[in-house]
């Protein structure tokens, strides 16, 4: 038995959003280190100073 759906359609909308922004220095220098995956020993020292 096959279900029927209605088609999805959505209006169109224009992001009227600031930007692009600058981003400070440090969220850079951020963005650029290595992710840090759960299982790393130094992130469970992140969670215990959160």
Known sequence: MAAKYRDLSFPDRILLGPG???????????????MLGHLDPLFLVIMEEV
């Open 20 to 34: 692009p922004s600058n981003i400070p220095p440090s969220v850079s220098k951020a963005m650029l280190s290595p």
